[in-house]
């Protein structure tokens, strides 16, 4: 069973947002109006900001400053503390280690984004809505694995949702693979930021498999993780600039 | 056909059949305007989704959670007046314990209301049942949520029965039909035989020690909600009991509140007399005291450790956006516990002696003058930009002002002592006031700064939006509504309890002790 996990690499990270711009995209999250946005309500299941992103005696003052940009997905915890919390179990880590909600199931009770310590999870706090041009170009994927939606289909109102590493990309490659009558392979399936990454600074694979990119670099003596002395164990892992 | 006094019959009988005043129709009139509003605000706030409150990320929790900490705290009252006062056998919670039962019921219900209206998904409610997870916070909240409010309306109501059958058999003339019904149903056939008194004061007795336990689960529990997170602020151990503390402090509070406006608006002063509320208020003081230690426990870790993480929040309470909020609840905590306790402090005046002109009223008017004009300066110089805040706005004279006012307000604090000491209800119920608004400070200081304070998330502000006001002042409204209805249709005073202590009074009075004898005679 495979153990799917990203590698970032920051020194090759130009902060161009293509991965942001990627996501957006492939998994149809909702537009919303400047305004709403500053309630932070713009739904970027991943992101792009300095770090640190408050103002802490390490971000130094002008001209001695240290600017550091981090791009960050879902960090897909081995111990994650938002299903820990979840009342219903609308949110759970699959066999092959991806974090997932069902949004059939969530009660909308906001427990797992208050016990997310990295932010990552987003509500529904209006019914999604696009304007003309991007609502005619949505992602028709509609995919659905253990009788859960689990592809980019419009999310109803009232639910949390996040970053899937772009599990329904899995289950095509998967298909693929069945209808062509052979094994499905690690590097067949990639999550589309991943893909589109400018400076080809995102990795993707099997960690379980001592021979992939990811568990290499993983292994690297830049490789660190965001809160790690949290202990929730991510397994987005991150190499450190320079 | 259980028979009662004259006099209790007219004081706490007689008033539930009087027809509606205007007093009344009129504050109901209005509640129901608020709560109706309230309600109009909630539907919609259902059908276009919670985009309508102010939260956002990572603001995802709010007033709705500061309100149901705040309601669910409240309601430690009657458990500890009925279950903790009852087994420790103290005597003279007799005539409070209908109050303080019914602020625990009804805080509940509004309580759990804040939780329902804070679910982004209503409709999905029973989901709880069906695929509850008992590892989840929020499940071990809806249940012992679910319990403490089944235990406390059982609580309200098997003392309530034999009260329910003396008005039943002493029903005046011309009392519609439904109200003759309505108590002849709930007292369940009540007769008042032996055997019947000795099971309901068994069912008494074992619910009280039931209930204990589950009412302080009830308010950890709610404090773990947030502990069990790892948010800066909030992952600490003490919040278990520093929560039932505070639950208990606000519960006499509003206890006090509750109970004064009955005694007045009845006239029931001989039966809730002074007794109860120096009794009471030594508890009240205690638990003031407690809570100052806890607040400083909790924060001085945060303090000293100076975390990445939980320094700011610890900050932003002390000197940031949340200093108003955090130092007016350590200031209404302070001046809670000065009335409380300095008034007792003064000696009893003497008829011979001059009086001391610092107690005169003029001394009082004086200091609360000057402290109007420093707290206005200091608004002045922080908020308005005129000729005089550029003096006023100096760090120096900023310094002198806030000395000015905090010398002045313990001064005023002093003068105001000796009528203080002369009107204990009165002042016990300005403490209370104090003591509730600090409380709910104290909810809303905990919950808002972390929420807005995240460890990778931008730094967020939270406003309320008219949806979250209006549905926090329908829930005071319907708190309030519930009591007026309550009242009209149930004694005020559990008129047996009363009654039985008075018999016990008497019991005692009959036995004389001997005097020791006195040797070497």
């Known amino acids: ?242 | 056909m259980l028979r009662v006094s004259p006099e209790l019959k007219q004081k706490l009988i007689d008033p539930l059949f009087t027809p509606l005043d205007r007093n009344f129709k009129l504050s109901a009139g209005v509640l129901l305007a608020l709560i109706g509003w309230g309600a109009v605000m909630y539907i919609r706030q259902v059908f276009l989704g919670l985009g309508v409150t102010g939260m956002g990320r990572p603001v995802y929790w709010s007033l709705y959670i500061v309100d149901f900490v705040f309601f669910i705290g409240i309601s430690h009252a009657g458990t500890l007046i009925s279950a903790i006062l009852r087994v420790t056998g103290a005597e003279w919670r007799r005539p409070i314990t209908r109050v303080a039962e019914a602020i625990t019921t009804f805080a509940l219900i509004v309580g759990s209301l804040q939780i329902l209206i804070d679910m982004g998904r209503i409709d999905r409610l029973p989901f709880t049942f069906i695929f509850g997870r008992l590892q989840s916070p929020i499940m071990w909240d809806i249940i012992s949520v679910t319990l403490y409010l089944l235990g406390s309306v059982t609580y309200l109501y098997l003392p309530l029965m034999p009260d329910l059958a003396i008005i039943r058999d002493n029903l005046p003339p011309g009392v519609p039909e439904w109200r003759r019904k309505l108590y002849e149903i709930l007292s369940l056939g009540w007769r008042g035989t032996r055997e019947q008194w000795v099971r309901l004061e068994k069912a008494i007795a074992t619910m009280a020690v039931i209930i204990i336990p589950i009412a302080v689960s009830v308010h950890s529990i709610i404090s773990w909600i947030l502990a069990t997170t790892l948010q800066p602020g909030w992952h600490s151990t003490i919040f278990g009991p520093y929560f039932v503390i505070g639950a208990i402090f606000s519960g006499i509070g509003a206890l006090f509140i509750a109970m004064t406006v009955i005694r007045k608006l009845l006239g029931l002063e001989k039966y809730i007399a002074e007794k109860q509320y120096r009794n009471l208020g030594f508890i009240f003081i205690t638990m003031n005291a407690v809570w100052f230690y806890f607040t400083f426990a909790e924060n001085l870790g945060i303090a000293t450790g100076q975390q990445t993480y939980e320094m700011p929040i610890l900050a932003t309470k002390l000197w940031g956006e949340f200093a108003p909020s955090f130092w007016l609840m350590v200031a209404c905590m302070a001046v809670a516990f000065w009335i409380l306790v300095v008034p007792q402090l003064l000696p009893k005046p003497k008829p011979a002696m001059k009086p001391i002109p610092i107690f005169s009223r003029r001394f009082a008017t004086a200091t609360a003058g000057a402290m109007t004009l420093f707290a206005a300066l200091l608004v002045v110089s922080n908020f308005v930009s005129v000729p005089v805040a550029a003096i006023s706005g100096e760090p120096i004279a900023s310094t002198i002002l806030w000395t000015l006012l905090i010398v002045n307000a313990i001064l005023f604090l002093l003068s105001v002592s000796q009528w203080l000491k002369a009107h204990p209800v009165s002042a016990t119920v300005i403490a209370s006031v104090f003591v509730v608004v600090g409380m709910w400070l104290e909810r809303w200081n905990i919950i808002i700064p972390t929420v807005t304070h995240p460890m990778l998330v931008r730094y967020a502000a939270y406003t309320p939006t008219l949806t979250e006001i209006s549905i926090a002042v329908a829930s005071f409204a319907g708190f309030t509504f519930m009591f007026l209805v309550f009242f009209k249709l149930f004694p005020a005073i559990s008129i047996w309890e009363l009654v039985e202590g008075q018999v016990l009074e008497e019991a005692q009075a009959k036995v004389t002790i001997a005097h020791p004898e006195i040797s070497g005679d």
């Open chain 1, 1 to 242: 069973m495979p153990k799917w996990s990203m590698v970032i690499d920051l020194d090759k990270c130009v902060a161009c947002q293509a991965c942001s711009v990627a996501c957006r995209i492939e998994n149809n999250t909702p537009v919303v109006p400047p305004e709403e946005a500053e309630l932070g309500r713009a739904m970027r299941w991943n992101d792009v900001f300095p770090m640190p992103i408050n103002p802490t005696e390490e971000t130094g003052e002008y001209p001695k400053v240290k600017t550091q940009y981090m791009t960050r997905p879902c960090m897909h915890c081995e111990n994650p503390p938002c299903i820990k919390v979840c009342p219903v179990g609308a949110t759970f880590i699959n066999e092959e280690g991806i974090v997932e909600q069902n949004y059939a199931r969530c009660i909308g009770c906001r427990f797992c984004t208050v016990g997310c310590p990295y932010g990552v999870r987003y509500f529904n706090w209006y019914k999604p809505e696009w304007e003309a041009p991007l609502a005619e170009h949505l992602n028709p994927d509609r995919v659905e694995g253990n009788g859960v939606l689990e592809g980019p289909a419009e999310r109803p109102l009232g639910v949390v949702e996040k970053c899937t590493y772009c599990i329904h990309r899995l289950h095509k490659a998967r298909a693929q693979a069945e209808a062509e009558g052979r094994d499905f392979r690690a590097d067949e399936y990639v999550p589309a930021c991943v893909q589109t990454c400018t400076g080809k600074a995102r990795f993707f694979g099997d960690l379980d498999d001592p021979n992939s990119t990811v568990t290499q670099l993983a292994m690297s003596s830049r490789s660190f993780r965001l809160l790690e002395d949290l202990g929730t164990h991510p397994k987005t892992i991150y190499l450190r600039e320079g």
